[in-house]
Structure formats: structure tokens, C-alpha cells
């Protein structure tokens, strides 16, 4: 995040942060601060799903990454059953706890 130009916040006296947007290689670790100009700032990421808190890379988490030796795949196994009229479907997921679910 060299070079960033800040000339639209810094004269601003209103607020305690700035909104960026930017571009990022999701293939890469993602940070969790950053500085700019000596000052460390701390790095929030909006509408970011499925990060892994274990080697910072998007698109798994933590117990799914294929990093860690001992993760644990998912597993998830359902069974629908029959609808009558009028009814909604329902599932059932693999601890047995059962899932209402609206038709769309």
C-alpha cells in the first residue's frame, strides 16, 4: 500500500477512519495492519466470507485449510423429506437437527 495518496482525508477533522477500496490477490495472505508514513493503522476487510484465521487466505476456513494437517473436512450430509401440501420441505443436517427451508 505504498505511495497512497491521502490528500482527500487528511484534512479532515470529522471521523476516526477512512474508508479505501481496493484491489487484493485473494491467492495471497491478507494483513491485519498496515503503516503509512510511520503511523500503523489496522486493516478491516467488508463483506469478506470464508477467511482463514490460520494461513489468512480467502476462499476456506480454519478447519477446512489445506495447510493444517490435522483440518477436518466438512462432511455435511442431508436427508429431505416427503412434502405434503401446503407443507415446507425440511431437512435434516448430520447432528440430526432438522432444517425448515422456504421454496424460492
Known sequence: MEGIEKENTRDKCKGKFARLCVELDLTESLVSQYSISGFRYKAE??????????????????????????SIQSTRSTTVTAIEGGKKPTEKDSAGRRIVRDNE
Open 45 to 70: 476487510y467488508e463483506g469478506s466470507y470464508n477467511i482463514c484465521f490460520s494461513c489468512a487466505i480467502v476462499g476456506h476456513e480454519k478447519a477446512n485449510c489445506p495447510k493444517n494437517k490435522n
